[in-house]
């Protein structure tokens, strides 16, 4: 679930960012609708970590401002591409949030149901993003974004 809060963190300042530096207002307006739909997912996260007596990752304010500064240069390459972030974004989110609901325990009902609901969202995000015009980033963009997910949601669930 720390992973996950981390991610979310993440995912909100990079529609913050990719915002910020939008050019057209409904390109604008599907991020932040995006984005208020990921803070509540960190809230959700935010319980249950409580819940289950742990702590959000010390790194979160690094994964913010590096969110934030990655989510802008995404959006200065032009809203097409900006939106193709967001839908690979999206399409990774929901592969990792499907590997963690296969570890998941069957009797953890309440992270599955979060875990469940927070995947159904960001399906709707992606697709949301393809019918708004979004570009198919190249293969190695994708490459490397996975490469960068990789590295943090190592380094959160450890710190
Ligand atoms: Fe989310
Ligand atoms: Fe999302």
Partial sequence: MRVNHAGEIAAQALYHGQALAARSAQTRELLLKAAAEESDHLAWCEERLRELQSRPSLLNPF????????????????????????????????????????????RDARSRAIVQAMRADEMRHGASARDAGATELPAPVRALMRHTARIMTGAAYWM
Avoid: C, K, M
């Fill in 63 to 106: 994964w913010y401002a590096g969110s934030l500064a990655i989510g802008a240069l995404a959006a200065s390459l032009g809203d097409r591409i900006s939106l193709g972030f967001v839908a690979e974004t999206e399409r990774q989110v929901e592969g990792h949030l499907d590997e963690h609901l296969n570890r998941l325990p069957e």
